[in-house]
């Protein structure tokens, strides 16, 4: 039985009778969340059927943007978790790395649309009577905007871990699991940190085609500040769609400042420095967090309790190093095989189940798709390089600042996390007054969810940049375009391909919403895949044949790409690039 001597216990209780104010809002705060998912819970039993949103009452919005948020947030925690076991599975299995790269540029770049409606029906039949179905289809839809540049990330960093590291895991013989927590796990942080503000924001994008889709005649919409939207713009409310607007900057306002500013401050003590000066970044909320007497309480209870050898537990108390034990090795590589054997196995079965839909397509559709493909190929490539123009330089100028890293993360936040879909009548409406045709509109639109990828790629290797070689070009008096084109063009340019790479998938994805849009009720298309995979799902009844062939195609170009292109400019960042080799 566990005890702790009286004496030290009425200390540690004496120590937090007198409550600041910051423990009393924990505390609210704490009540307020417990209550929350009380009401979260309420709305995933609930039965299942049609929702009436009341575009008159404002008030519903803090509730629908909660469970938004809430949505949201399960899906990056599902991301993480795939993140880190996907892309350790593919940097440490060359075996497997032939064909889950491959699986990944393909899984970044089917567009929602594609899975959406299978998705829905398959999780509604599973729960025919509750939310829950709905629930869960929502929330692996958001899943499918978070994961993929996170687990780039996360491969890339463990590809491109320093050769001095990993000589000190082999000299210290550290196991598996010491070295991707010692060593990897710390080197990767700053790239993931970034990446996965990005993949929130990513999530965002497709927001009201999440909450509020309909098939046919069926209503699968779900109470969220998504579909709040979609209605508002349904309807032409101007003002509720002020509202819902004001509702999500207040939810991405308070999400920067109280997750992901505290986390980008922690994430600078896993920088690799070399020496030389750096200021610190900062968090007020963080610094609150650390006057709270709770925490300390509850602090000083945990190291009393890892004290104690009764609850001693080796993940608390990292053990002494010791060799590699061979079987385990095996284990894992057994491990790995099976789980490489059951991924060829799931995906010669999709591939059989895909040839029987796609012999309904015609030679004709076949040739269409083709050249529509080389068609939006060009608008991804297009809107990739002119969001580098400016994401580049900004990115740099944020990330080499910490004190333009204090005052524009929440703006950049705010605008990258913002449903670009929910812009698109103003932008329409600027295009129709210009007499811009849809055609190259469409690569303005693509641009609007896919500059931010780059961005936040170029803000993490800004920051990640040694302080010392940054002395070294003040040393050297080197003017600020030298320093751009040997220094930080350089420094950057792992995580900008990273950045490339996501955002090319994005433009991909945001093809269908570009190149096919409703405006005051009318439809406006641009020839392209994204506008045949719409178009594939409007007719009644869709043509999932040719939806079908067109997901094929532009998974085929990607993977093509993504091959020769982007694999070239990844093997620049890891040989010739590198500040780590």
Same mark, same amino acid.
């Given at each position: ?9 009425? $200390?540690?209780?004496? #120590? ?59 899906? *990056? &925690? ?10 350790? +599975? ?23 649309? %594609? ?14 009577? =509750? ?19 996170m687990t780039f990330s996360f491969y890339h960093s463990l590809r491109s871990v320093p050769q001095d590291l990993r000589e000190v895991g082999q000299i210290y013989r550290l196991n598996v699991w010491q ?54 713009? #349904? ?10 607007? !004001? ?5 991405? @306002? ?38 709270? /007497?709770?925490? /300390? ?41 099976? $789980? ?20 309904? @397509?015609?030679?004709? #559709? ?57 812009? !698109? ?14 055609? +190259?509109? %469409? ?6 969810? =896919? ?62 919403? %570009? ?6 009720? #009318? ?16 007719? $009644? ?9 067109? =997901?094929?195609?532009? &998974? ?11 694999? *070239? &400019? ?12």
């Open positions: 039985m566990l005890q702790i001597p009286w004496g030290k216990a009425t $200390a540690l209780l004496g #120590e937090g009778r007198r409550l600041r104010w910051i423990d009393l809002l924990l505390i609210v705060g704490v009540v307020g969340v417990i209550l929350g998912v009380i009401d979260l819970g309420r709305e995933w039993s609930g039965e299942l059927r049609p929702i009436d949103i009341d575009l008159d009452n404002p008030w519903i919005l803090p509730q629908f943007t909660f469970f938004s948020l809430t949505r949201g947030l399960i899906a *990056y &925690c599902l991301s993480l978790a795939f993140t880190l076991v996907y892309g350790y +599975w593919t940097a440490k299995d060359a075996r497997a790395e032939r064909v889950l790269v491959p699986l990944l540029d393909i899984l970044q770049s089917i567009p929602v649309l %594609s899975f959406l409606p299978g998705l829905v029906l398959v999780f509604v039949a599973l729960f025919p009577t =509750t939310n829950t179905g709905l629930e869960l289809a929502a929330i692996l839809m958001i899943f499918t905007g978070q994961a993929w540049n070295r991707l927590r010692w060593l990897e796990l710390p080197f990767a942080t700053m790239g993931l940190v970034w990446n996965s503000m990005m993949s929130m924001a990513g999530g965002w994008f497709f927001l009201m085609i999440n909450e509020a889709f309909r098939l046919g005649e069926r209503d699968f919409r779900l109470p969220g500040v998504g579909s709040y939207m979609s209605v508002a713009v #349904e309807r032409g409310r101007v003002d509720a769609m002020l509202w819902a607007i !004001f509702a999500m900057v207040l939810m991405i @306002v308070g999400l920067d400042q109280l997750l992901w500013r505290p986390v980008v401050v922690w994430a600078q003590i896993f920088r690799v420095e070399e020496g030389g000066l750096q200021t610190a970044a900062s968090s007020w909320f963080l610094d609150w967090l650390r006057g709270s /007497r709770l925490l /300390r309480l509850a602090k000083r209870w945990l190291r009393r309790l890892r004290g104690l050898k009764k609850l001693r537990v080796g993940i608390l108390h990292p053990v002494s190093a010791k060799p590699v034990e061979r079987h385990r090795f095996q284990w894992g590589q057994s491990v790995s095989l099976a $789980a490489f054997i059951l991924l060829l196995a799931a995906l010669v079965f999709g591939a059989w189940q895909l040839f029987h839909l796609l012999e309904h @397509v015609t030679l004709a #559709e076949w040739l269409d798709t083709a050249g529509a493909a080389s068609i939006t190929l060009s608008r991804v490539l297009l809107s990739t390089a002119l969001g580098t123009l400016w994401a580049l330089p900004t990115g740099l100028a944020i990330g080499l600042s910490p004190r333009l890293s204090n005052l524009l993360q929440p703006v950049v936040q705010v605008l990258a996390s913002f449903p670009a879909p929910m812009l !698109f009548p103003l932008i329409i409406t600027f295009m129709n007054f210009s007499g811009i045709p849809l055609g +190259w509109g %469409s690569i303005l639109l693509m641009l609007l969810g =896919t500059q931010w990828y780059i961005l936040f790629n170029v803000v993490a290797g800004a920051m990640a940049v040694p302080a010392d070689l940054k002395e070294a070009a003040n040393s050297y008096r080197l003017s600020r375009w030298q320093r751009f084109r040997k220094l930080y063009v350089p420094a950057v340019f792992p995580f900008l391909v990273t950045g490339w790479v996501t955002a090319a998938g994005g433009a991909w994805n945001a093809s269908i919403v %570009s190149e096919f849009v409703t405006f005051h009720g #009318e439809v406006q298309t641009a020839w392209g895949l994204g506008s045949q995979i719409s178009l594939a799902l409007t007719e $009644a009844p869709p043509n999932f044949p040719l939806l079908a062939a067109s =997901t094929l195609v532009m &998974c085929v170009v990607v993977v093509v790409f993504n091959r020769t292109v982007w694999r *070239y &400019c990844y093997h620049l960042a890891e040989k010739r690039f590198s500040l780590n080799k």
